[in-house]
T-cell receptor, first 117, second 114 residues
Framework: AQKVTQAQTEISVVEKEDVTLDCVYE???????LFWYKQPPSGELVFLIR??????QNEISGRYSWNFQKSTSSFNFTITASQVVDSAVYFC??????????????FGTGTRLKVLA | NAGVTQTPKFQVLKTGQSMTLQCAQD?????MSWYRQDPGMGLRLIHY???????DQGEVPNGYNVSRSTTEDFPLRLLSAAPSQTSVYFC?????????????FGNGTRLTVT
């Protein structure tokens, strides 16, 4: 079963529009962490933010904001006043315990964001 | 510091050939892992390791072997390459002691199997 679902495969917006990327996760852990990563056209993966399962406070960083809602198992990412440089693939990820007693990171399938000038 | 270094950046193999993708990190991270990225499939975990001598399977381990003899290195071996293994491979590492540690990724290896 998919543990991290990013239902939006591709989104196109015009520059300066706001856009929200959805992420829904599934886990049995009571303690877990959620992450967002950005993959620009150059291909590298860049860490953006993490959130733990006990902290539902929303976070804002410049034009980026994140909305974590445990009740709906969602961790959505909003870009305000989008710019062409925001064009990238965005991945949501979950860190949860593994059967070996440690933990592992599971990624969603990603959302490709295209910001048009 | 170099961070996570992957070699080679590009590789073309013929079906049945073997090769090793190299991954090294200089951050003293206990946790290392390999992912493959395919269109529409996102990043899928192949194998991971929580320390020297300890490895475990991820979501798509078949066709791949790993070993962890040192903290710094985590090579991924393809014993008999198949066209289905054409993909972009990423190595990633993090601190083990805390689950909140984000992954640090290498720049990827683009592998084509013909």
């Amino acid at each position: 079963a998919q543990k991290v679902t990013q239902a939006q495969t591709e989104i196109s917006v015009v520059e300066k529009e706001d856009v929200t990327l959805d992420c829904v996760y599934e886990t049995r852990d009571t303690t877990y962490y959620l992450f967002w990563y950005k993959q620009p056209p150059s291909g590298e993966l860049v860490f953006l933010i993490r959130r733990n399962s006990f902290d539902e406070q929303n976070e804002i960083s410049g034009r980026y904001s994140w909305n974590f809602q445990k009740s709906t198992s969602s961790f959505n990412f909003t870009i305000t006043a989008s710019q062409v440089v925001d064009s990238a693939v965005y991945f949501c990820a979950l860190s949860e315990s593994s059967t070996s007693g440690t933990y592992k990171y599971i990624f969603g399938t990603g959302t490709r964001l295209k910001v048009l000038a | 510091n170099a961070g996570v270094t992957q070699t080679p950046k590009f590789q073309v193999l013929k079906t049945g050939q073997s090769m090793t993708l190299q991954c090294a990190q200089d951050m003293n991270h206990e946790y290392m892992s390999w992912y493959r990225q395919d269109p529409g499939m996102g990043l899928r975990l192949i194998h991971y390791s929580v320390g020297a001598g300890i490895t475990d399977q991820g979501e798509v381990p078949n066709g791949y072997n790993v070993s962890r003899s040192t903290t710094e290195d985590f090579p991924l071996r393809l014993l008999s390459a198949a066209p289905s293994q054409t993909s972009v491979y990423f190595c990633a590492s993090s601190y083990l002691k805390t689950q909140k540690s984000p992954l640090h990724f290498g720049n990827g290896t683009r592998l084509t199997v013909t």
